[in-house]
Each structure stands twice: as structure tokens, then as C-alpha cells.
């Protein structure tokens, strides 16, 4: 049985909830999801410039979790960029960080 996945922590929702190119592409209209906690990944490190290791502490992973869903979200985001594909980004296994008054918001797959 496999070990039971750890949260990561995000620090807000989206602003927008997907990407859809101007055209359709010959080849029809298809989509790929990102995970809220993929899109965490790549606002800490290529947005916000901070280093594997100091964003892994934010999102409460460790360095090698942290650059796995990096990889994983920079490869979404490059088929849907290349592919003319939408780019929907939701779901995924996050948690927000505790309040001081220590309240809880939980993230899961699926629609918020």
C-alpha cells in the first residue's frame, strides 16, 4: 500500500481558472489540466525567482518533490503553448497554509 500523500501548500487560488488559445488548431480542440499545485511550482520558481529549496519549504515539500511537480507542471504548460491545446487549471492535492487562529482551507481533485 502505497505512503499516503502530503498536502502541498499553495497560498491562494488562481486568478483564472484556464487558458484558451485565439484559434483552433487543424488538428481540433483539446485541453490539458494543470494542478493548482503545479501552477504554485511555477509561480514560486519562474515568477517570483525564489530556489528550489526555499520554495519547497513554502509549499511544505521536500527539494525533490518540489522540483518533481515543477517538471511535471513546465511539461503541461509546454504541450498546451506548442499544441494550441486549453489549459484548465484546477484540482490536484494541496492545502492552504494555517491562519494564526489555525483554520484549515483543503484543496482536492475536482472543481472548486
Do not use: C, Y
Not at 54 to 64: E, L
Not at 70 to 75: D, I, M, S, T
Amino acid at each position: 500500500m502505497p505512503r499516503p500523500r502530503k498536502p502541498r501548500f499553495v497560498q491562494g487560488r488562481p486568478i483564472v481558472e484556464a487558458f484558451i488559445p485565439n484559434k483552433v488548431p487543424p488538428w481540433g480542440k483539446n485541453e490539458v489540466v494543470l494542478p493548482i499545485e503545479g501552477l504554485e511550482a511555477i509561480k514560486l520558481k519562474d515568477f517570483q525567482g525564489l530556489d528550489q529549496e526555499t520554495a519547497a519549504k513554502i509549499m511544505n515539500v521536500s527539494r525533490q518533490t518540489f522540483g518533481r511537480v515543477l517538471a511535471e507542471a513546465r511539461a503541461i504548460v509546454a504541450d498546451a503553448l506548442v499544441m494550441g491545446k486549453i489549459l484548465r487549471i484546477e484540482g490536484g492535492h494541496f492545502d492552504m497554509p494555517p491562519r494564526a487562529r489555525g483554520r484549515r482551507r483543503h484543496g482536492w481533485s475536482g472543481k472548486f
